[in-house]
């Protein structure tokens, strides 16, 4: 029996995706991505939202966000989701170039890097 066989092909599309050495954290993020419990594509999204985007520990403290168990620097949480949401792709045979298309639903800027919309907005 050939290797290739034990294999689930969502993991495999994983490996091949992210096959170089350097890639190894974003293959295993994908990966994930295939093994979530979630039986729809939205219930995916949700899982690499809340794997790799940090989010405060404790209610209404902003500073908490820093102690919370998460990628980290907002360039590695986008790539972190990135990985994630390709897995979900192989999951549900969804198109590269719809998966290419979505964004995480949670931001990557801790409580205290977000302004509110209404400070932008000139009076």
């Avoid at 029996?1 to 992210?18: A, E, G, V």
């Avoid at 939205?42 to 690499?48: F, I, M, N």
């Avoid at 949480?77 to 298309?101: L, M, Q, T, W």
Wanted: hydrophobic share 25%; with cysteine; aromatic share 8%.
């Amino acid at each position: 029996m050939n290797i290739q066989q034990w294999t689930p092909p969502c993991n495999k599309h994983c490996t091949n995706k992210f096959s170089s050495l350097t890639q190894i954290p974003w293959r295993v993020f994908c990966k994930k991505a295939c093994n979530a419990d979630g039986d729809t594509l939205e219930e995916c999204l949700e899982q690499c939202d809340e794997m790799c985007y940090k989010s405060a520990v404790l209610k209404d403290q902003q500073w908490s966000v820093y102690i919370d168990r998460a990628p980290g620097s907002a360039s590695y949480s986008e790539d972190c989701h990135r990985a994630c949401v390709a897995g979900c792709g192989f999951k549900f045979d969804i198109p590269s170039e719809e998966v290419d298309k979505i964004r995480p639903s949670k931001s990557s800027k801790s409580p205290a890097e977000q302004e509110p919309a209404d400070k932008n907005k000139s009076t």
